[in-house]
């Protein structure tokens, strides 16, 4: 069953629930759960596809785009292979393949692909996925694909824009907030992305597959998941997940500068599976953030390179086990229990720049911060002083809304840079980089001109939490500076289905099929205001 709301212009979000039932074997629940999303978002995922990777590939393919494909149908040949062999003892494989399953139902949607018998969901038939890389799978890549292709070394992709001006890969970047309020513990996120990619899904997922595939096995600890994401999408990719398991998993990027690790990830198409995979399935099967962290770093590509912090409300308030970080490398995976970090400051805050030393060192982030200075170093970047300075003046939803959409570049004695003009909209926890000055001299890239920014804010509390719901804002802020507007960006057209001025209120999602809820299935939107 699912419901479908598209309210982009009046909300700047659409919402979507699925919920299958285990009356049908799981593989069924999962093809069928794709096939209605996209059904149902059809219009949206159309457009999202134009928006980004459509022109990216075109017929016939180009050296660049055949050495990616190669790379990502020996990975796809690699999972499913392996999914076939290990389904029944292994629940990370089983569901890779679930997922697998999903994308095929997706991808036979949006081919406009009907299939009348159950029987022809068969193994054959999804291993069509091995030559349909190309199609929507793309869009599952949004955040693996600027790793993959620098680590492939394929210009033409990492540098290219569509026939509207927009960019094929998606920068990411992100804040991220989790902050004590006396018995209460706020978690925030800010998506940084280019603003092509507007086109926002807050999801509901209720699926009760099993652990592993067979008969007698329990129910997955996360069968039910609320997430931000994006039309005909798998997993969230900005990341942002709360679970039935009570755990918030959210994350934010961090660069490669070590060039020298990208020959793990071009040796990986036969051992790896991608990040959005591996994150989606680590959040269904852990129970807390230690089992997340060990199905997570199962088969590491090495691609999307982020902090996760994985926060178990089962375990707050105690020293230990309420929140874990997770740093990811190509070849290693490091993890730390930061909970007593988080009680004694009060506050995690995450800004693109690892924490964990020995990750820090490996990608070249070290070396950076010896070349360019304090903006590569985690306690002196501007973020983590803007956070230092603010964090304490977060005591409810509007404050912590306030603080994670803050962007007073021009005023700011923290966003200021050596640069001409002296100071850049990137230092500041809601990036709004189309407003520096297009004729400016920024000596690092990302204080430059770009259309890229923070794209949204989605918060939680511990009750939130308990009932999979959340608040969200969708849209580059607005609260110190004008609002978004493409006609006002010259030079590129606005893409499909893009409101042209982005300026909406929070909104708060009401996905109360999920049992704790005790009501009946629903995809809907409450106001802000009835928080208080």
């Known amino acids: 069953m699912a419901v479908f709301k598209e309210e982009i212009n009046t909300t700047g979000w659409s919402s979507l629930t699925v919920s299958t039932s285990s009356d049908f074997p799981d593989y069924l629940q999962a093809y069928w759960a794709g096939f209605l999303e996209t059904n149902l978002t059809f219009s949206l995922t159309a457009s999202q596809w134009a928006n980004t990777v459509r022109d990216m590939c075109p017929l016939p393919l180009s050296k ?5 494909r190669k790379y990502l149908s020996e990975n796809m040949a690699y999972m499913l292979n392996e999914a076939y062999k290990n389904d029944k003892h292994s629940s990370f494989w089983y569901h890779v393949a679930l997922q697998l399953w ?25 291993d069509e996925l091995v030559d349909n890389v190309m199609g929507i799978y793309l869009l599952q890549l949004n955040g693996d694909l600027g790793d993959l ?24 970047s992100c804040s991220a907030l989790i902050k004590v309020v006396d018995s209460n513990v706020y978690l925030s996120h800010v998506t940084w992305s280019p603003y092509s ?26 069968f039910a998941i609320t997430f931000s994401s994006y039309p005909t999408y798998t997993s969230s990719v900005d990341d942002f997940y709360i679970t039935s398991a009570n755990l918030t998993i959210t994350e934010t990027t961090n660069n490669v500068y070590n060039k020298t690790l990208w020959e793990i990830v071009r040796n990986g198409s036969k051992n790896a599976v991608l990040t959005f995979m591996r994150g989606m399935v680590a959040s269904r099967l852990a129970k807390t953030g230690e089992e997340w962290i060990t199905y997570f770093k199962y088969n590491n590509s090495g691609t999307y390179n982020n902090q996760w912090m994985i926060f178990d409300a089962k375990q707050w308030p105690k020293n230990k086990g309420s929140l874990l970080i997770a740093e990811q490398l190509p070849g290693i995976v490091s993890s730390l229990d930061v909970t007593k970090i988080l009680k004694i ?21 070290e070396e950076m911060a010896k070349m360019f200075g304090d903006w590569y170093v985690h306690n002196k970047t501007a973020r983590a002083k803007i956070f230092r300075r603010d964090h304490h003046k977060v005591v409810d939803f509007p404050s912590m809304l306030s603080l994670m959409r ?9 966003s200021t840079c050596p640069c001409k003009p002296p100071y850049t909209s990137n230092s500041a926890i809601s990036a709004r980089d189309e407003l520096n000055d297009p004729k400016g001299q920024y000596p690092i890239p990302s204080w430059s001109y770009r259309l890229h920014g923070g794209t949204d804010a989605k918060i939680v509390d511990l009750s939130m939490i308990n009932q999979l719901n959340m ?46 809820a005790n009501s009946n299935i629903s995809a809907r939107f409450l106001s802000f205001e009835s928080l208080f």
């Open 406 to 414: 803050y962007n007073d570049f021009m005023n700011d004695p923290l």
């Open 149 to 172: 292709v620098s680590a492939l070394s394929l210009p033409t992709l990492k540098e290219g824009c569509n026939q509207n001006g927009h960019p094929f890969i998606a920068s990411s």
């Open 64 to 68: 660049d785009c055949q050495a990616l």
């Open 471 to 516: 608040i969200a804002i969708s849209g580059p802020t607005y609260d110190d500076l004008p609002p978004f507007r493409w006609s006002l960006i010259k030079d590129v057209k606005k893409p499909l289905m893009h409101p042209d001025k982005w300026q909406f209120p929070p909104v708060i999602t009401d996905f109360i099929d999920y049992p704790k």
């Open 102 to 126: 999903q994308l095929k139902g997706m991808s036979d949607a949006f081919d406009k692909r009907f299939i009348k018998r159950a029987d022809l969901l068969n193994r054959n038939y999804l």
């Open 197 to 222: 990619i507007m086109l926002r899904v807050l999801k509901h997922y209720n699926f009760p597959w099993k652990i592993v595939n067979n008969t007698g096995s329990q129910k997955i600890p996360g």
């Open 345 to 365: 400051n009060g506050y995690w805050a995450s800004y693109n720049l690892p924490f964990i030393g020995d990750i820090y060192t490996l990608s070249g982030t």
